[in-house]
């Protein structure tokens, strides 16, 4: 049993070494920012996985890329820019905010407000429905004497043309 596993065993562990290639580098503070850039940017061909979690060759690229351009004295915002004209927006896992991605950014919000905005009419609208079904109950105690005695007034009237033999 326990040789049957002992190839899967080295399989997988051989390919787990074989995924990331390790850069070298002399200062600490490059280190970091490897780990930071690999870890921020996106690798193309896989979907939603890190260049420094992934094991396709673009990815392996790209970290060769990143170490290089470190190398060379460049800047974190140059290098995203670098990757972003090499590989497009998708390369950011959090999207720059400009003219092309204003939508991606603003339409939660937007449709918050405008979810917000149907709730208060279904609220306003089954309150103005309910204040109507209420009819006479809805009245305080002298618009009620007030409605009463407009009523009565004016069944008296009905009655009285009836009774002359006149149509209501």
Partial sequence: ???????????SGAAALAAIEVQDFDDPALIQRYEDLTSRLRCPKCQNESIGASNSPIAADMRARVAALLRDGQSDRQIENAMVSRFGDY??????????????????????????????????????????????????????????????????????????????
Avoid: K
């Fill in 1 to 11: 049993m326990l040789i049957c596993l002992l190839p899967i065993v080295v399989l």
């Fill in 91 to 168: 390369a950011l896992y959090d999207p720059r905010l400009d003219t092309r991605t204003w939508l991606l950014w603003g339409l939660p919000f937007g449709l918050v407000v405008i979810g917000a905005c149907v709730v208060a009419a279904f609220v306003l609208r089954r309150r103005r429905l309910e204040d109507r079904e209420s009819g006479i109950d809805g009245l305080d105690e002298h618009e009620r004497r007030r409605l009463e005695a407009l009523t009565s007034r004016h069944d008296a009237g009905s009655q009285a043309r009836r009774n002359d033999g006149e149509a209501p």
